[in-house]
């Protein structure tokens, strides 16, 4: 089952699989299973009905991670089409082949209006080259850049992982989802982040790795040992995980709750004892059998 972050979004179900994510002000979120994360994308605020075209379709829908998808001249992009005053469709298509910009660049989102034969809507573009769409950068404020596509299962069921580690699935929709990548900050001394978010752990794309993630902190905290819905649905110095005594692929929805992260002064050994007064279980997290090795300052432990 997968976990999920608050500013409203989920991140998708995987059969079996617990998953969360983190949020953070420059993503939305989808449906959760327990405890995903939330960005808030402008985008996210365009109503749409992703790849609602007919087969017959001057521009009909193609599959981004195919490399055959497209006749020789063309590329499978993603693009924006207003079908209506109210209604916007994103979705990816095969088109002429334009100047696309690489991974990394500087980048207006939907900037490139384009037209074919037959079509009577007016269509936009995304700027950015194969395998990388235009999103709000996360290193600097108010840009965006093209960056990784991934296809995190939350809006389709097949997944396509993002290739680095230390980065997880995230995005308002099924052809806005990025590689997101991880804070590295101190999740049990909440050090690390800007002023006005808290420190959250997160799982990795491939699900087998803990990330430490900067996201808004609620407004109305869910307490600790009680069920949750978002990474950051707990106050800060809490994450919504399961268990650590079990792998995460044991992790069922009722296992979702706030637990605290835990540390001791003495180390490993000092597992089950007192955290500081807290009055809690700290469960180290190696019984879980995650890698950590992404999280510079990792914490010791969760209560349960």
Same mark, same amino acid.
């Given at each position: 089952?997968?976990?999920?972050?608050?500013?409203?979004?989920?991140?998708?179900?995987?059969?079996?699989?617990?998953?969360?994510?983190?949020?953070?002000?420059?993503?939305?979120?989808?449906?959760?299973?327990?405890?995903?994360?939330?960005?808030?994308?402008?985008?996210?605020?365009?109503?749409?009905? !992703?790849?609602?075209?007919?087969?017959?379709?001057?521009?009909?829908?193609?599959?981004?991670?195919?490399? @055959?998808?497209?006749?020789?001249?063309?590329?499978?992009?993603?693009?924006?089409?207003?079908?209506?005053?109210?209604?916007?469709?994103?979705?990816?298509?095969?088109?002429?082949?334009?100047?696309?910009?690489?991974?990394?660049?500087?980048?207006?989102?939907?900037?490139?209006?384009?037209?074919?034969?037959?079509?009577?809507?007016?269509?936009?573009?995304?700027?950015?080259?194969?395998?990388?769409?235009?999103?709000?950068?996360?290193?600097?404020?108010?840009?965006?850049?093209?960056?990784?596509?991934?296809? @995190?299962?939350?809006?389709?069921?097949?997944?396509?992982?993002?290739?680095?580690?230390?980065?997880?699935?995230?995005?308002?929709?099924?052809?806005?989802?990025?590689?997101?990548?991880?804070?590295?900050?101190?999740?049990?001394?909440?050090?690390?982040?800007?002023?006005?978010?808290?420190?959250?752990?997160?799982?990795?794309?491939?699900?087998?790795?803990?990330?430490?993630?900067?996201?808004?902190?609620?407004?109305?905290?869910?307490?600790?040992?009680?069920?949750?819905?978002?990474?950051?649905?707990?106050?800060?110095?809490?994450?919504?995980?399961?268990?650590?005594?079990?792998?995460?692929?044991?992790?069922?929805?009722?296992?979702?709750?706030?637990?605290?992260?835990?540390?001791?002064?003495?180390?490993?050994?000092?597992?089950?004892? !007192?955290?500081?007064?807290?009055?809690?279980?700290?469960?180290?997290?190696?019984?879980?059998?995650?890698?950590?090795?992404?999280?510079?300052?990792?914490?010791?432990?969760?209560?349960?």
């Amino acid at each position: 089952m997968r976990t999920l972050a608050r500013l409203g979004i989920s991140i998708g179900t995987l059969a079996a699989s617990f998953m969360f994510c983190a949020c953070s002000d420059d993503t939305a979120a989808a449906k959760s299973d327990a405890g995903a994360a939330q960005h808030d994308s402008g985008v996210a605020a365009i109503p749409r009905l !992703d790849a609602a075209v007919s087969g017959d379709d001057p521009l009909p829908a193609c599959d981004r991670f195919n490399p @055959s998808a497209c006749k020789s001249g063309q590329v499978c992009d993603e693009l924006i089409r207003m079908q209506s005053s109210s209604t916007t469709v994103i979705y990816a298509s095969c088109v002429d082949a334009p100047q696309l910009r690489a991974l990394g660049d500087p980048c207006d989102p939907w900037s490139e209006k384009y037209e074919t034969q037959g079509l009577l809507e007016p269509v936009f573009l995304d700027p950015c080259g194969d395998g990388t769409i235009c999103e709000k950068d996360p290193l600097v404020r108010g840009a965006s850049s093209c960056q990784p596509i991934c296809q @995190s299962g939350t809006f389709k069921d097949t997944r396509e992982s993002c290739a680095s580690r230390s980065a997880y699935c995230f995005g308002p929709g099924q052809y806005e989802e990025v590689c997101i990548e991880s804070d590295g900050c101190d999740v049990a001394k909440q050090t690390g982040c800007p002023k006005g978010k808290a420190c959250y752990l997160q799982l990795n794309d491939s699900q087998d790795g803990a990330l430490s993630v900067c996201l808004p902190v609620p407004q109305a905290a869910v307490a600790d040992q009680q069920r949750c819905t978002y990474v950051n649905d707990c106050k800060a110095g809490s994450s919504c995980f399961g268990p650590v005594h079990l792998a995460p692929s044991k992790w069922s929805q009722t296992d979702s709750v706030c637990r605290p992260a835990c540390s001791t002064s003495v180390g490993v050994d000092d597992a089950g004892t !007192d955290d500081a007064g807290a009055g809690c279980f700290c469960e180290p997290y190696s019984a879980s059998g995650l890698d950590f090795l992404e999280i510079p300052k990792p914490p010791f432990g969760q209560c349960e």
